[in-house]
């Protein structure tokens, strides 16, 4: 329910703010507006205000919306009203009126991302963890527990602006970053991180781990901190804060390295070694056998404890004065239009998979896990959602925005309006891409569910 309301209060959100766009703008040119519809299909709720000439709808389907502006060429208009339609506009008047919903919902994420910098953003900071082996980080000599400093110059305060960062360079075809750290030790050093080895296939989340880079983590200990009531574990006599030194004579250092162990060992007989109070003791445990996808686990019921304040010394709060906090806002939203219109291109060109395209159901997937970390979170994933269908609907394709505002640019540049058979295959042509592209989003969609 969560997860739901979530998606469909953020979809209700930036569909008004992006509509409201279009028709504030029609308005200030004397356009008269027939509808504002949020949602598609069968009307729910309909509402005309006193003095007013536009009927405000809700309808069923909770995907989008629209503005229905007063239009010769969707029907007859009475010779009195001529001069209220779309199509007898100046054709800059035109323009602007369909850049507003695009740029109404780039404004909200300014705004947004502004408020959230003034507040103060909690976010990780950029402190490497392991190197991984034979990649990039490797071959650039770079350290684990080494904080981020500088990319290219550009200050990184987080892991998140890390991320972006780099995958800017990348997506503009550059060939290496020039990093600059801070040891634990306290020295600067100096790291040309090649970028050569990233290919279409490895821009997607996981891309930092392909250059060998992931956040520092601190140990979590072999510990026992909770345990599932009824569960393998504590039948077989496991307390809270028992410390497992070793399984069948295997020294356990890690709690990652004893789940590895029980995973290994589903409905196998293994004998733990393990420190109560300053006392050693035995205890005999089958770990029971659980399918997850294709392959059997070993699972315990035990989860480790965790010093809570050594992973708060990790975190960071990314915070401004209000007129620097507006400034980052700016450069936020730029570098994140640049990254997804840099990506949409590589995806069309063929130079990054088309399995990083989502649709409806990641798209609400992400709004109840943002939800449910908080505010602050939800409205970052509603900034970042909102520059994403502001720059998707500036895309030169014909029923989207671009596609509008690319006929009225050729109409400016020849001097008539583009002729209405050509309108109509647009239309047919802009049907089928967004038809395709939003078949091929449900189908990455349900590729992730299962």
């Known amino acids: 329910m969560i997860t739901l309301l979530a998606f469909i209060v953020a979809i209700a959100i930036l569909v008004v703010i992006h509509e409201l766009g279009h ?117 650039a000599s770079m350290q684990a527990q080494e904080t981020i400093v500088s990319i290219n110059g550009q200050v990184i305060p987080s892991w998140e602006q890390m991320s972006w ?59 026992i901190g909770k345990l599932e009531e009824g569960g393998i574990a504590q039948r077989a006599g496991l307390l809270q804060d028992d410390k497992i030194l070793s399984v069948d004579g295997q020294s356990i250092k890690s709690w990652k390295g004893l789940v ?49 304040r050594e992973f708060d010394a990790l975190l960071t709060n990314v915070q401004y004065a209000p007129f620097a906090a507006f400034g980052n806002a700016l450069r936020k939203t730029w570098e994140i239009s ?14 990054m998979s088309l399995k990083n395209l989502s649709g409806p159901i990641t798209i609400a997937d992400y709004a109840g896990q943002s939800a449910q970390m908080g505010m602050i979170s939800y409205l970052n994933f509603l900034a970042l959602i909102s520059i994403s269908l502001g720059v998707l609907n500036l895309l030169p394709i014909p029923l989207l925005d671009g596609g509008h505002l690319l006929y009225y640019i050729v109409e400016l540049i020849k001097g008539s309006p583009m002729p209405e058979k050509i309108w109509e295959v647009g239309q047919k042509i802009g049907i089928a891409l967004l038809v395709t592209l939003m078949a091929l989003a449900l189908f990455n969609d349900f590729s992730r569910l299962f």
């Open 23 to 139: 028709y504030s703008v029609a308005r200030w040119c004397g356009v008269k507006v027939l509808r504002f519809s949020v949602g598609f299909g069968k009307e729910i709720y309909s509402k005309r205000f006193k003095n007013s000439e536009t009927d405000w709808v809700i309808s069923a389907i909770p995907l989008g919306g629209y503005v229905k502006m007063l239009d010769e060429r969707e029907g007859k208009v009475a010779a009195h009203e001529l001069h209220s339609a779309f199509n007898r506009q100046p054709v800059l008047q035109r323009i602007a009126i369909v850049v507003a919903g695009p740029v109404a919902n780039l404004l909200l994420a300014i705004l947004l991302f502004w408020a959230l910098f003034i507040y103060g953003v909690p976010s990780l900071k950029p402190v490497l963890g392991e190197i991984l082996p034979n990649t990039a980080a490797e071959a």
């Open 338 to 351: 640049k990254v997804s219109l840099k990506a949409l291109g590589k995806m069309v060109t063929g130079d």
């Open 165 to 223: 960062v780099l995958l800017d360079l990348a997506l503009q075809g550059a060939t290496e970053a020039r990093i600059e750290a801070l040891t634990t030790q306290g020295d600067i050093v100096q790291h040309v991180l090649s970028l050569k080895a990233l290919t279409s296939d490895d821009m997607d989340e996981n891309f930092l781990r392909v250059l060998g880079l992931q956040p520092y983590q601190p140990l979590v200990r072999p510990i």
């Open 260 to 308: 590895e162990v029980v995973r290994s060992h589903p409905g196998q007989l293994m004998r733990l070694e393990i420190e109560r109070s300053g006392m050693l003791r035995i205890l005999d445990l089958t770990p029971e056998a659980t399918n997850e996808g294709n392959i059997t686990v070993g699972k315990i019921g035990a989860a480790p404890h965790i010093d809570q």
